[in-house]
């Protein structure tokens, strides 16, 4: 079984920063890409950032110049380090990674962390 566990998430003030981790472990033989989706209240899930294993990077414009997502291969870690934060980033970040399984044929599987927290608030 595939987990992945995000944290970094948290209460900041309006132009705060934050850093948020997510670790992927377990039967993985490849990480295709890793990213970040985060989810308001009453609202769709929505794409933030994502990073493949060539190092492309992909933002949405809502975050472009603010945001920048980053991958270390030794831990299957992506973080999304966050600044300039608004009151509009309020949300749960999920975590999400596309994952080659050790099954033959090779399957790929999208797999979701269970969300963290973060809140901007005066």
């Known amino acids: 079984q595939v987990q992945l566990v995000e944290s970094g998430g948290g209460l900041v003030q309006p132009g705060g920063s934050l850093r948020l981790s997510c670790a992927a472990s377990g039967s993985i033989v490849s990480i295709t890409s890793m990213g970040w989706y985060r989810q308001a209240p009453e609202k769709q899930r929505e794409l933030v950032a994502f990073i493949t294993s060539g190092g492309i990077t992909n933002y949405a414009d809502f975050v472009k110049g603010r945001f920048t997502i980053s991958r270390t291969n030794v831990k299957n870690t992506v973080y999304l380090q966050m600044n300039s934060l608004k009151a509009e980033d309020t949300a749960v970040y999920y975590c999400?990674?596309?994952?080659?399984?050790?099954?033959?044929?090779?399957?790929?599987?999208?797999?979701w962390g269970q969300g963290t927290q973060v809140t901007v608030s005066s």
């Open positions: 999400n990674a596309f994952i080659e399984l050790p099954t033959r044929p090779s399957r790929y599987v999208g797999y």
